[in-house]
Every structure is written in C-alpha cells, then in structure tokens.
C-alpha cells in the first residue's frame, strides 16, 4: 500500500472522514515524509509536529463522537512565512521577525481550519518576499527544487510548491502579486490558483495595524497550491467568501452562469512577441489541443491587450508606493537581497504625484481592456513561464539576468495587473523538467478556469509527488 501522503487532499479528507484512516495516522505519514525530504530540499521552516498532532487527534475525537467533519478534515496545509498562524512566528524570512508571533490567524489560514486542514508548519520564501524570483531566505537559506537542485523552484511561493510537489503537505497557501503561486507551482510540476481580488478574503498587514497602500490592497492576492486541479477546486471552495477582517472580499457565487455554446479560448503562446522556447511553447499547444478534444473553441489570438503599457504602469505604480520604506525595508534583505528591488527601481522610477493620478486612471483604463478582451474570449491560454525553470538567483545576479526574469513572467505580471483570475496546470515534461501553462480568465470566473484546467490535466495527467532528484 503507499504511504498515506502520497494520497490527493481529497483522498485524505475522506478517508479520514470515513474512518478508514485516522487523521493522527494521516500527519504521522506526513511527518515522516517531512523528516525524510525537508533536510534536501529545505521547503518548510518552522515545523509545527506538536500542534499539528494535538489537532489531529482533536479531529479524531470529534469523528469518533459522531460529529460531521469538514471537507477538508485532516489534511496537512503549509503557509507561506507571509502569512500568519496563530502563537507562530510570522518571519517572513528575516533574522528581524523571528521573533515577530502571530496573535491571529490570517483569514485563509482560518477558514481551512474550519474546513478540518491543519497546518504542519510555514514555508520558506525570498527574504520579504523582495529578496529575487528564487526561494532564498536571510533567515532559513535556500530551498531547492526536487525536479533538479541546479533550476529554481520559484517563488515567491516556493517553499509551499517545494512541500506540495514532494509530497511534505497535501496543500499550501501561498499569495501572488505577479507569478507568486503560478510560477512556483509551475517550476515544481504542481497546480496553482491565482484568484480574483476580492475572491478570497485576506489581511496583509505586517508590523503594524496599518493597511498597506492602493496597489498591495489590490494586486496581493492569497491562493492555494495543490497536486491536483480537483484538490485546487477543494481549497477554492473553502477559501472563498467575506470575513468582517477584509472589507474587500465580495460574496460572489463560486460558480458562475453557465455559458452559452462552447467556450472560447484564445491562445497566445508568446505574448508581446518577445520570444518563448520551443519547450514552452509545446506546452501551450499540447494544453490547446486538449481543450480543443474537450469541445472548447480554441482560437489563436494575435496577443494580450496593452501588454508593454501595463507592464509599465504597473512597475511605476508599485515603485512609487514602495519608494518611501525602501531605505528601512533593504536592511532587512541581508547582503545582497536588495539587488533585485533596486534594478526593479531603477528600471521604474517613483512618479510624482500628479504623475501617480494619470497612471492610476491608466491602469483603470487597462483593466477594461481586458474585460473587453475576456468579454470576447472568455478563456485565455498561456505560458506561466517563457522558458524552462531557470538557474537560482538569475533575477538577482546582473541587470541582464532581472531582464530576461521580468521578460519571462510578463503574462503572470500583466494578469496580476489586470485582476484576473488565473490556474497553472502542468502538461508534461520536458528534459526531465516539468512543464506547464496557465488558463486565465473573467473577474470571478475561476470555476471556468478550473474547469478548463481540470480538462488539461484528465489528458495530460499528474506530474507529482515526486522524490527529490540528486
């Protein structure tokens, strides 16, 4: 029999609300897994083995009392250092918050708790979640992708994608402002959801009770990391709704009208005509012809709308809010954290303020063409990634590396602009590498986009969990 970690989220959920396993029998196999991989792979950081224990058996009270268990009873979630868990550090991977205890779970972290997930323990990520592209941390090192130590896992989400892939969680919560969870779920072979703002409700607040500025309230968003689209469906599900905590979180149904024929789908395998490697681009076809045998209507489509223009407004917008803490937030990179954010800067310049008020009516303007655009095909189909996983720290390393990283997550950062929902789904492999795509679509049509993922994947299979390669 294998090992009861190598069960989908659903699988465990219902084995333990079953009775054929119980959810203490379910995190030890977990927790073995972990003491297996993590010291190669160094995906989760802060181990909660006691607490988590003590609330799987709190689970196996209340089956064994009779009482109806959640839909995600038992089931091992990582979270993002990012991302608070009551009594825990919230670290965000510098030596300045270790000691930095979350008097509050975060909104998500609660509602999977509700649904009986327990969490195992928080992930690694880049220091600050500024530090690069690459899971590297001042505070807990490097986390290493168990496809092939030499390529990146990603980030910022890595270290729930690493957890999730090699079988340490069934799922992670990670958060995404521009590739966060796509990128990383792509790199590691897993599935990630990006959902609309205002989906999911959140608080990201750090060290004070203050909220942050227009564009974190609007581009961060939190999402689930899973082997399978069915466990993603699963985490959207729960994850969905209001919470008095984020007034930004709307009550909109979880699954939409259904639409009338089928469904389009424009394809746009290189978007801004900048170039994408044969690899990925084979992913993107081997994904078309897979909705297109599913009875979808899968058009190519010349691109994207505004793409150089939104990548733009997008980098001047977030640099001129950051700008005032950069001088205090780039000591808390450690040596060498700050080349990232600093070409970033360089390349964007802070606006004025009367700069910063056209810029904000631009970025209403592109929001709309995107509407438009999505009015017309309701699904779009795409890289996550213009090339195969890259070496760790390539983003960091000169202004030529930053280049060719911005260049290949440009549709993870125009979408993330554009408040739109998004779902990697692997396809494959490719030179030992995993592959994969994303399916983008309608403000608050993420059951479109799981389905349509759910379709590439009942053709192109599962890719994880996967033991750590040498």
Request: overall charge negative.
């Amino acid at each position: 029999m294998d090992p009861l970690w190598k069960l989908t989220a659903a699988e465990q959920a219902a084995a333990v609300r079953g009775g054929d396993v119980s959810a203490a029998e379910l995190m030890d196999s977990h927790l073995a897994r972990i003491a297996q991989v993590n010291p190669r792979l160094n995906a989760v950081t802060q181990l909660l083995a006691e607490r988590a224990r003590e609330a799987a058996a709190r689970t196996d009270r209340r089956r064994a009392a009779g009482e109806e268990l959640g839909s995600l009873a038992g089931v091992p979630f990582t979270v993002k250092e990012t991302t608070p868990i009551e009594g825990v550090p919230t670290t965000f991977g510098t030596p300045r918050f270790r000691d930095l205890v979350a008097p509050a779970d975060a909104p998500p972290v609660a509602r999977l708790r509700a649904a009986g997930a327990i969490p195992v323990g928080h992930a690694n990520l880049p220091t600050m979640v500024l530090a690069g592209m690459h899971t590297r941390s001042e505070l807990y090192g490097d986390t290493v992708n168990p496809w092939d130590p030499a390529r990146t896992p990603g980030g910022s989400s890595g270290g729930d994608a690493v957890a999730v892939a090699s079988g340490m969680a069934a799922l992670g919560l990670g958060n995404d402002s521009g590739g966060s969870v796509r990128i990383p779920a792509s790199f590691c072979g897993i599935a990630g959801l990006k959902p609309t703002a205002g989906r999911f409700p959140a608080d990201h607040r750090v060290l004070s009770r203050d909220d942050p500025g227009p564009a974190s309230q609007m581009l961060v968003v939190d999402g689930p990391l899973a082997r399978t689209v069915a466990d993603l469906r699963a985490a959207f599900e729960v994850l969905a709704g209001t919470d008095p905590r984020d007034p930004r979180a709307v009550p909109v149904p979880l699954y939409g009208e259904p639409l009338a024929g089928p469904v389009r789908v424009a394809v746009v395998a290189d978007p801004g005509g900048q170039g994408v490697r044969p690899s990925v681009r084979g992913a993107v076809a081997d994904a078309a012809g897979a909705l297109s045998d599913a009875g979808y209507d899968v058009r190519d489509a010349a691109d994207v709308p505004r793409l150089d223009e939104a990548l733009d407004v997008y980098r001047r917008i977030t640099a001129t809010e950051f700008a005032p803490a950069w001088p205090m937030v780039r000591t808390l990179l450690g040596e060498g954290g700050d080349r990232y954010i600093a070409m970033a800067m360089e390349t964007a310049p802070p606006a004025s303020a009367a700069e910063l008020m056209t810029l904000m009516g631009t970025w209403m303007s592109i929001r709309r063409s995107w509407a438009e655009f999505l009015h017309e095909y309701p699904l779009l189909l795409g890289p996550v990634f213009t090339e195969p996983p890259v070496e760790p720290g390539l983003e960091s390393r000169d202004r030529a590396g930053w280049e060719r990283v911005a260049a290949g997550m440009r549709l993870c950062s125009v979408t993330s602009f554009a408040g739109v929902p998004a779902v990697a789904v692997p396809t494959g492999t490719d030179g030992g590498l995993p592959a994969g795509v994303q399916v983008i679509g309608r403000a608050f049509r993420e059951d479109l986009c799981l389905d349509a993922a759910q379709r590439v994947e009942d053709r192109l299979g599962v890719l994880t969990p996967v033991d750590p390669r040498p």
